[in-house]
């Protein structure tokens, strides 16, 4: 985190933020790794529809899949952390403008085999392993039923769905190359307790398992 903090492809961070807290054994809840399909896609309008399509497989809307796609079309600039949607209407509802909300506090259990089982499946780089470890800690949230991301890298164009009923959906064109616009969105169930889901995402201690386990 810190060499890409250092080398980021959107320029020289202005200050860069450590923080350094012990984590009891105890207060750690394990969640699995999700499965990971990759798909194909020679443009950015191909991208879109298979990321349209697999978040209505998860269980979003036409509407909100819809809506969704375009918020982040229509960013001025990055988030800096996920707007958060009603699955349904297709509503933004955390409020937050451009601060969003952060997910942070996760990590795989075992590197060694994270990194090992990546490399069987021929993919390398920090922004696929971030992806995947944030993306199963997000769909190990109750009321979570989908996720949408591409990234703000202006030479990484990857971006992804994801949810816990269908796992980590990979798309390999979902902006075009040179923009350093990216974002990501937590599609949710009504009636979600916004203060519980963010408490989770942002303060819940979470290690990622490629065994599945899942002790919550």
């Not at 984590?23 to 399909?37: A, G, Q």
């Not at 021929?122 to 696929?128: A, C, D, I, P």
Request: proline share 2%; with cysteine; aromatic share 6%.
């Amino acid at each position: 985190m810190l060499d890409r903090a250092r080398t980021h492809q959107r320029g020289k961070a202005d200050f860069i933020s450590i923080r350094i807290e012990e984590v009891k054994n105890e207060d750690i809840v394990y969640k699995p790794l999700l499965s990971m399909e990759s798909f194909e896609a020679a443009d950015v309008a191909e991208g879109h529809a298979v990321a349209l399509a697999e978040l209505e497989k998860a269980g979003v809307t036409r509407t909100a899949a819809q809506n969704g796609i375009s918020a982040l079309l229509s960013l001025p600039d990055s988030l800096r952390g996920a707007m958060i949607f009603d699955a349904v209407s297709g509503k933004r509802l955390d409020g937050l403008g451009q601060r969003g909300v952060r997910v942070s506090k996760m990590d795989c259990a075992d590197s060694g085999d994270y990194e090992a089982d990546l490399e069987r499946r021929g993919l390398s780089g920090e922004h696929v392993r971030e992806a995947l470890v944030l993306a199963s800690k997000v769909a190990g949230a109750d009321d979570i039923i989908a996720e949408l991301c591409w990234s703000d890298d202006p030479d990484y164009i990857t971006g992804y769905v994801a949810s816990s009923k269908f796992g980590y959906k990979r798309i390999p064109v979902m902006k075009e190359m040179g923009s350093p616009v990216g974002g990501r969105i937590f599609f949710v169930k009504e009636e979600t307790d916004l203060n519980k889901l963010c408490s989770y995402l942002q303060e819940q201690a979470v290690l990622i398992s490629l065994g599945g386990d899942d002790n919550v």
